[in-house]
T-cell receptor, first 114, second 113 residues
């Protein structure tokens, strides 16, 4: 079975500072990894995904994530955050067969402070 | 525009009543999903369907039922057997075997009064 652990439930950060949201996964097989963002009272929007190839993945809104197989991690980073980045961020994992639904972490609430 | 439409956005239900949440997609996706979201618990899978006329239970299926009579539609019924139904419900869809990237609707708030 696969699982995802998001190590921080809340991350406060000042505007224009860098941020890293941490995600670790557990799986006995190869994986696909995803980050989604949820703004208040809305559905989830895909930020980026790792399927194969380069371990550094770039997404929308200036976010990027790095797949580290040895550490089973997929941390999300942004060099300079904006107030508009305040949202909840979810890490998710699936297996390449595509036959099972994504498994989500419990989310990290990013609060950007002016 | 293509997308996933959930309705209603807000719904109030009296205890003991069944209620059905609608989910329609025009993305031509094969698979559809229902997730429940509670504060601090992330997303939990209720039911999913990978093909018409077939569906599987997720982690928290008790007290819920679904149908998949058409590719575009995957309604969720919250029955009176669901002990704590107040939550935010998210419908999603995907094309399996393409990284299984899933796309979400805007969600429906259900409150039991």
């Amino acid at each position: 079975a696969q699982s995802v652990t998001q190590l921080d439930s809340q991350v406060p950060v000042f505007e224009e500072a860098p941020v890293e949201l941490r995600c670790n996964y557990s799986s006995s097989v190869s994986v696909y990894l995803f980050w989604y963002v949820q703004y208040p009272n809305q559905g989830l929007q895909l930020l980026l995904k790792y399927l194969s190839g380069s371990t550094l993945v770039k997404g929308i809104n200036g976010f990027e994530a790095e797949f580290n197989k040895s550490q089973t991690s997929f941390h999300l980073r942004k060099p300079s955050v904006h107030i508009s980045d305040t949202a909840e961020y979810f890490c998710a994992v699936s297996n390449p067969s595509g036959n099972t639904p994504l498994v989500f972490g419990k989310g990290t609430r990013l609060s950007v402070i002016a | 525009d293509g997308g996933i439409t959930q309705s209603p956005k807000y719904l109030f239900r009296k205890e003991g009543q069944n209620v059905t949440l609608s989910c329609e997609q025009n993305l031509n996706h094969d698979a559809m999903y229902w997730y429940r979201q509670d504060p601090g618990q992330g997303l939990r899978l209720i039911y999913y369907s990978q093909i018409v006329n077939d569906f599987q239970k997720g982690d928290i299926a008790e007290g819920y039922s679904v149908s998949r009579e058409k590719k575009e539609s995957f309604p969720l019924t919250v029955t009176s057997a669901q002990k704590n139904p107040t939550a935010f419900y998210l419908c999603a869809s995907s094309i399996p075997r393409t990284g299984n990237t899933i796309y979400f609707g805007e969600g429906s708030w259900l409150t039991v009064v």
